[in-house]
């Protein structure tokens, strides 16, 4: 048994087991000198050529910091200077639901927010007038002012801006805004 363990045995099996193009690239291999040192920057696919990475940088402004893709729509709105108090406000998801889909489960409609064709936002505002108020609606941004409150807003799933609708009921100083959700899926339905 002490001779399998021996290193002239190992290397002479291991001639018997290669062909001649492997013993060719195993003499390349124990020929070679390692140029560096492999890290964790070699795992995965090989890196960009450094040329081409400089090109990438290059094509931006030098003084831009960020993307305009990461910019969350609204954000121009947010005004930190103003100390105006945050209105109560309450959001909540609409669905039209008849008869066949409460008992018979036919549309095929659950109760999460993707199954939803509406939002309505109320928003408390006492001591304000109707005349009062200014509201500015954005796909995903929705923007209120008057003379006592801010609130800047941004809404949970994109909006069809142009057709949502708002009302002011002066007994309760509530304002009711409600509007239409753009899903992915709308066209599919028209």
Known sequence: MDGLSS???LQALSNLLTTTDEADDEQDVK?????AKLGPGNIGPPSQSNTTKEASY????????WDEEEVPDGSQFDDLTDLRPEPEFEMMFRQCVGTEDLFLGMSGKDPSSMCCE?????V???????SDVVLDIREKF???RTPKFKL???LPHPVHQEEGKARFIS???QLEISLLLRRPTDFVYS
């Open 58 to 65: 290059t094509k931006r402004s030098n003084k831009d910091i």
């Open 7 to 9: 290193l002239q045995t």
């Open 152 to 154: 800047g807003l941004h």
């Open 124 to 130: 408390k505002l006492p001591d304000t007038k109707a």
């Open 142 to 144: 929705l923007d209120l």
């Open 171 to 173: 007994e309760r100083q």
């Open 31 to 35: 020929s070679a000198q390692p140029s």
């Open 118 to 122: 509406g939002l309505l936002v109320k």
